[in-house]
């Protein structure tokens, strides 16, 4: 949106000001995994970090934790949700919004499922392979 505002001068010519503001959303498509890997490898949950770039995200997978998060790298992380979340099983994907520092951050984003639902995400748990099943 541009704003602009003629003055008349002291020297008889107009002034002009302007202002500009842009604002930019960037909203992240996650798909999912509904069935269940061929080889199932059992996961331990560990601490995990506050914040995960946004760009580290491959996918995820629905589990009946919460949403586990496949990073670039073949890390896991499990995105433990509020307690009054819609069902998410029952979509072929989800969207996570990042904020403006490019992170996905526990106890301030949510998932936000596409029938138009959200979860806000309370804390994320570092997942460590322990076996196969």
């Known amino acids: 949106?541009?704003?602009?505002?003629?003055?008349?001068?002291?020297?008889?010519?107009?002034v002009v000001l302007a202002q500009l503001t842009i604002r930019q959303q960037l909203?992240?498509?996650?798909?999912?995994?509904?069935r269940p890997?061929?080889?199932?490898v059992r996961y331990k949950e560990k601490d995990g970090p506050k914040c995960i770039p946004a760009s580290d995200l491959a996918g995820a997978?629905?589990?009946?934790?919460?949403?586990?998060?496949?990073?670039?790298?073949?890390?896991?992380?499990?995105?433990k949700l509020a307690e009054d979340c819609p069902p998410l099983?029952?979509?072929s994907g989800f969207y996570i919004r990042q904020g403006l520092d490019g992170q996905v951050c526990a106890d301030r984003d949510s998932i936000r499922v596409r029938s138009g639902g959200s979860c806000e995400i309370e804390r994320f748990r570092r997942l460590v392979p322990l076996g196969k099943k």
């Open 61 to 79: 997978q629905i589990s009946n934790y919460g949403v586990d998060l496949l990073l670039r790298g073949g890390k896991r992380v499990r995105a």
């Open 89 to 91: 099983d029952y979509y």
């Open 1 to 14: 949106m541009v704003v602009a505002l003629l003055l008349a001068g002291s020297g008889g010519g107009p």
């Open 27 to 34: 909203i992240i498509r996650v798909p999912s995994r509904i």
């Open 37 to 40: 890997p061929a080889d199932p």
